[in-house]
């Protein structure tokens, strides 16, 4: 599905450019699937950041990565994401003794 | 220059309340920052207005027009009513022992920084910076939403950080197929929005759609469309209700800023016809979804929440029916909603604070308890739902106009279907839960003075521009049209 994409759509000449474009795409996917199937909170941000790196990996691979400065900005905020998000964890676990997300229930509707 | 001094207002203020250990004096020293920066920014507004509306753009990286001093303005309001509302609100909760006084000042601290990051973002001219800022105001609002630390407060914050930011990575996404398509088919290497509307009518048409829907379910998660809104009525529900006023009135509408942007540049390289499809699509799913969610609401908070993604569903529209005057007609109503529901938080805050509780069920007589705001809520109810002499029947009814004008006539019968439902919801439940009789539990509090000033700040703008738009207000929405339609005039297909 991933080649589909990149072969079609984005019309990839090069091999290289085409196979980097295709497993990024593929990380990506992966990424999402461990979210979605995963119920422990830690898993949970394990896939966003699978995440990230297949979209870092399609932007080196398309066009040579994005300018500088907006890189270093953009680690910066992945960093300062995964300090607060472990931070949740440490609360999560605490209050429910547990980091499973699917004992999170009582807010429905 | 003058609109950088702006935003550094709520940035020194949270240094300040870090500096500063009595939450009274901070309460109102936050304010008073608050009231200054409403005021610098009316002038600006008036400045830039009378100045023919050029746009600023500053050493490339600020770019300031028509738009961002809307969604500018939009904020600083929003902003000045919450601030005001916290004194009296916080200082309550710390009176009572339910946070501490070191726990105020790290309130006050959050409330700031999440106030800076979302007057940043409209001034950003950097695609990425804004992605990056937007996320900025997810992982701040975070703490604020779990401020409490109870289980569900946690579980609110937690559900809020996980699907917004993998919301947004999906609109990550969507930069980054944009800056592909600029690089390689109109040759400009660079994320400036202003350099890349130059070369927009080169853009690769498939590289546009894909990236442009990644673009509307990313930004879209942040606003809360229809079906990414699940982590919105579970923060605006859990966090303190100055907060919810802010996340509701003004958070979502800051994404739709975002999406508005690319709007703009999809607009050049496709035509219209295929945004204008996709919002209404989006948009009327939202209003459906709200509507059959408030008629079996039992959660005060949660209630207001949903009738959020009605709105912004609303907004959407619109700003989909773009053509027709849709955008006039979609940001009126964005500014409209972001009063209206602020002011509707804050009354339900109060309601909250004294049953403690947020069930419908157990909220009853609010009018024997506490006549100010009882009445105050009654009157919003009336704003909200959109009857007449209020803003938000002008903005609902132009919408409506808009459809009509465009010949979506089937858009338009399921949306006055919807609207009439949640409009029926809401008038069922909140008329409960201000009449009848007050449970004898419950004694009659004391109504405080800083909720009374934000709630009548707030109500000059929903009565006032029901009855006059100022000449001001009107040119800057008009002027927001043409940004949206200028460009995509001369096409290059």
């Given at each position: 599905?991933?080649?589909?994409?990149?072969?079609?759509?984005?019309?990839?000449?090069k091999?290289?450019?085409?196979?980097?474009?295709?497993?990024?795409?593929?990380?990506?996917?992966?990424?999402?699937?461990?979210?979605?199937?995963?119920?422990?909170?830690?898993?949970?941000?394990?896939?966003?950041?699978?995440?990230?790196?297949g979209i870092?990996?399609?932007?080196?691979?398309?066009?040579?990565?994005?300018?500088?400065?907006v890189?270093?900005?953009?680690?910066?905020?992945?960093?300062?994401?995964?300090?607060?998000?472990?931070?949740?964890?440490?609360k999560?676990?605490?209050?429910?003794?547990?980091?499973?997300?699917?004992?999170?229930?009582?807010?429905?509707? | 220059?003058?609109?950088?001094?702006?935003?550094?207002?709520?940035?020194?203020?949270?240094?300040?309340?870090?500096?500063?250990?009595?939450?009274?004096?901070?309460?109102?020293?936050?304010?008073?920052?608050?009231?200054?920066?409403?005021?610098?920014?009316?002038?600006?507004?008036?400045?830039?207005?009378?100045?023919?509306?050029?746009?600023?753009?500053?050493?490339?990286?600020?770019?300031?027009?028509?738009?961002s001093?809307?969604?500018?303005?939009?904020?600083?309001?929003?902003?000045?009513?919450?601030?005001?509302?916290?004194?009296?609100?916080?200082?309550?909760?710390?009176?009572?022992?339910?946070?501490?006084?070191?726990?105020?000042?790290?309130?006050?601290?959050?409330?700031?920084?999440?106030?800076?990051?979302?007057?940043?973002?409209?001034?950003?001219?950097?695609?990425a910076?804004?992605?990056?800022?937007?996320?900025?105001?997810?992982?701040?609002s975070?703490?604020?939403?779990?401020?409490?630390?109870?289980?569900?407060?946690?579980?609110?914050?937690?559900?809020?950080?996980?699907?917004?930011?993998?919301?947004?990575?999906?609109?990550?996404?969507?930069?980054?197929?944009?800056?592909?398509?600029?690089?390689?088919?109109?040759?400009?290497?660079?994320?400036?929005?202003?350099?890349?509307?130059e070369?927009?009518?080169?853009?690769?048409?498939?590289?546009?759609?894909?990236?442009?829907?990644?673009?509307?379910?990313?930004?879209?998660?942040k606003?809360?469309?229809?079906?990414?809104?699940?982590?919105?009525?579970?923060?605006?529900?859990?966090?303190?209700?100055?907060?919810?006023?802010?996340?509701?009135?003004?958070?979502?509408?800051?994404?739709?800023?975002?999406?508005?942007?690319?709007?703009?540049?999809?607009?050049?390289?496709?035509?219209?016809?295929?945004?204008?499809?996709?919002?209404?699509?989006?948009?009327?799913?939202?209003?459906?979804?709200?509507a059959?969610?408030?008629?079996?609401?039992?959660?005060?908070?949660?209630?207001?929440?949903?009738?959020?993604?009605?709105?912004?569903?609303?907004?959407?529209?619109?700003?989909?029916?773009?053509?027709?005057?849709?955008?006039?007609?979609?940001?009126?109503?964005?500014?409209?909603?972001?009063?209206?529901?602020?002011?509707?938080?804050?009354?339900?805050?109060?309601?909250?604070?004294?049953?403690?509780?947020?069930s419908?069920?157990?909220?009853?007589?609010?009018?024997?308890?506490?006549?100010?705001?009882?009445?105050?809520?009654?009157?919003?109810?009336?704003?909200?739902?959109?009857?007449?002499?209020?803003?938000?029947?002008?903005?609902?009814?132009s919408?409506i106009?808009?459809?009509?004008?465009?010949?979506?006539?089937?858009?338009?019968?399921?949306?006055?279907?919807?609207?009439a439902?949640?409009?029926?919801?809401?008038?069922?439940h909140?008329?409960?839960?201000?009449?009848?009789?007050?449970?004898?539990?419950?004694?009659?509090?004391?109504e405080?003075?800083?909720?009374?000033?934000?709630?009548?700040?707030?109500?000059?703008?929903?009565?006032?521009?029901?009855?006059?738009t100022?000449?001001?207000?009107?040119?800057?929405?008009?002027?927001?049209?043409?940004?949206?339609?200028?460009?995509?005039?001369?096409?290059?297909?």
């Amino acid at each position: 599905m991933s080649y589909i994409f990149a072969y079609k759509i984005m019309c990839l000449g090069k091999t290289v450019e085409l196979a980097a474009f295709v497993i990024s795409i593929s990380t990506i996917c992966i990424g999402s699937f461990i979210m979605v199937a995963r119920m422990k909170a830690l898993t949970q941000i394990i896939g966003l950041l699978v995440m990230e790196n297949g979209i870092f990996l399609a932007a080196s691979a398309i066009i040579g990565g994005m300018p500088f400065f907006v890189e270093i900005a953009l680690f910066f905020d992945i960093f300062v994401f995964v300090i607060i998000i472990e931070i949740f964890v440490y609360k999560v676990n605490r209050l429910f003794t547990h980091i499973d997300t699917s004992r999170m229930k009582s807010l429905k509707g | 220059m003058f609109i950088l001094l702006i935003i550094l207002i709520p940035f020194v203020l949270s240094l300040l309340a870090l500096a500063i250990k009595k939450e009274k004096i901070l309460g109102i020293i936050n304010a008073f920052g608050y009231a200054i920066l409403f005021g610098m920014c009316l002038l600006f507004t008036k400045n830039f207005i009378s100045g023919g509306s050029v746009p600023i753009n500053l050493w490339k990286t600020f770019y300031i027009d028509s738009l961002s001093v809307f969604f500018i303005l939009t904020t600083a309001i929003v902003a000045l009513a919450a601030s005001i509302y916290s004194v009296g609100y916080i200082g309550v909760e710390v009176k009572e022992g339910v946070i501490s006084a070191r726990k105020a000042g790290g309130y006050f601290h959050l409330f700031n920084l999440f106030c800076f990051t979302m007057l940043v973002v409209p001034l950003l001219n950097n695609l990425a910076m804004v992605w990056i800022t937007i996320e900025m105001t997810t992982l701040v609002s975070a703490f604020l939403v779990g401020f409490h630390n109870v289980k569900e407060s946690i579980e609110a914050a937690w559900k809020y950080i996980i699907i917004c930011s993998v919301g947004i990575t999906f609109a990550l996404l969507g930069v980054i197929f944009f800056y592909y398509t600029s690089s390689v088919n109109a040759g400009i290497n660079s994320l400036n929005w202003t350099r890349m509307i130059e070369g927009a009518h080169l853009f690769d048409h498939n590289v546009v759609k894909i990236a442009f829907l990644f673009i509307i379910v990313g930004y879209g998660t942040k606003a809360g469309l229809a079906p990414m809104h699940n982590w919105l009525p579970d923060a605006h529900s859990q966090a303190l209700s100055p907060i919810s006023g802010l996340l509701s009135g003004v958070l979502l509408k800051i994404s739709l800023y975002a999406i508005l942007r690319f709007v703009i540049l999809a607009n050049i390289a496709l035509g219209y016809a295929f945004c204008s499809k996709l919002l209404i699509i989006f948009g009327l799913f939202s209003v459906a979804v709200a509507a059959g969610f408030i008629l079996v609401q039992r959660d005060l908070k949660r209630l207001l929440a949903y009738s959020s993604v009605e709105n912004i569903g609303l907004a959407t529209l619109g700003i989909g029916l773009g053509p027709y005057g849709g955008i006039f007609a979609g940001l009126l109503h964005i500014f409209n909603h972001a009063v209206v529901k602020a002011f509707m938080f804050f009354c339900a805050g109060e309601a909250v604070r004294v049953y403690r509780t947020n069930s419908i069920f157990k909220i009853r007589g609010m009018l024997q308890c506490m006549p100010f705001t009882a009445v105050a809520m009654f009157l919003g109810l009336f704003a909200l739902v959109g009857l007449p002499p209020f803003a938000i029947f002008i903005s609902k009814l132009s919408i409506i106009i808009s459809a009509f004008k465009g010949r979506y006539y089937f858009v338009s019968a399921l949306m006055l279907i919807f609207i009439a439902l949640a409009f029926a919801g809401l008038l069922h439940h909140i008329t409960r839960v201000i009449l009848g009789n007050k449970p004898q539990t419950v004694e009659r509090p004391k109504e405080l003075l800083s909720t009374k000033i934000a709630l009548l700040f707030l109500g000059i703008f929903i009565l006032g521009l029901g009855l006059w738009t100022p000449p001001v207000f009107c040119d800057l929405l008009t002027n927001c049209q043409k940004i949206i339609f200028s460009f995509a005039e001369n096409p290059g297909h």
